[in-house]
């Protein structure tokens, strides 16, 4: 790899800094930072790789701002943070025995269905399925396997699947989802970029500018996020899962 000029640098990590703002309050910041990464020439798995080396800050500052305001539980963590990880290991193990785009037509479904129940059902904090609910815990700790699973494999709209999933099955409010969706995200961002380490596609040079800018990012979307609570997080999801739906929709379109 030749060497990235430091204004391309620098358009990279005002990019790192915008998704990781997006990122602490619905998800969806690679939007931002792969699109970017690939433009400046980076090779399709260099610009994953150096992605996720990146990315795992932002999901920790948004974490440790949630945490900060109460909004995490612990209990919930220890079981969705290892499980996240080890889902997002097998993920990235899949990877070389599976085409991921074979998911995409299944994802474009996922993610209208994930709008509906945010933007239309809207279900009530407490509300959930309530067979689930008695089981709250294993239900957490399935959801973060499986969706963690998907982030190692695929990724786009992890954040969103997470929300989704905590918000329509466990009843949490958005705010919670959120704060909790990072735990995972955070796990099985680690995971990755330990995978993508050990394969030598982070290029650290472009990683560790772009991870103080998410850092940053970071601190900035879960406090807004905080500070606003469930109607700028309501908002901001559906941003984010239109924009998902026209770039997986666009990609089956084109065969990509």
Not at 201 to 213: E, G, K, L, S
Request: proline share 5%; glycine share 14%.
């Amino acid at each position: 790899m030749h060497p990235v000029p430091i204004p391309e640098i620098l358009l990279l990590t005002g990019a790192a800094f915008c998704a990781g703002a997006i990122d602490a309050i619905a998800g969806g910041g690679g939007l931002i930072t792969i699109p970017a990464l690939l433009a400046v020439g980076l090779p399709p798995h260099y610009a994953l790789g150096t992605n996720k080396g990146q990315a795992l800050f932002g999901s920790l500052a948004a974490w440790i701002r949630y945490a900060h305001s109460g909004l995490v539980d612990r209990r919930s963590a220890r079981i969705t943070f290892p499980m996240g990880f080890a889902g997002s290991l097998g993920g990235a193990a899949l990877v070389l025995v599976i085409r991921p785009d074979v998911l995409r037509p299944l994802v474009l479904l996922l993610l209208i269905a994930a709008a509906i129940v945010l933007t239309v059902l809207r279900p009530a904090p407490g509300a959930g399925v309530e067979g689930l609910r008695r089981h709250a815990g294993p239900i957490a700790a399935a959801i973060a396997l499986v969706i963690g699973a998907y982030d190692g494999f695929f990724g786009p709209g992890t954040g969103t699947f997470l929300i989704a999933a905590f918000v329509g099955l466990l009843g949490m409010s958005l705010t919670r989802a959120s704060a909790d969706a990072k735990v995972v995200n955070f796990a099985s961002n680690v995971a990755a970029a330990a995978v993508f380490a050990t394969g030598g596609v982070i290029i650290w040079a472009i990683a560790i500018p772009m991870a103080c800018a998410q850092l940053l990012g970071g601190f900035l979307g879960a406090h807004i996020a905080v500070r606003r609570g469930v109607g700028l997080i309501r908002a901001v999801v559906l941003l984010v899962v239109l924009a998902l739906v026209i770039k997986v929709g666009r990609d089956l379109y084109l065969g990509r």
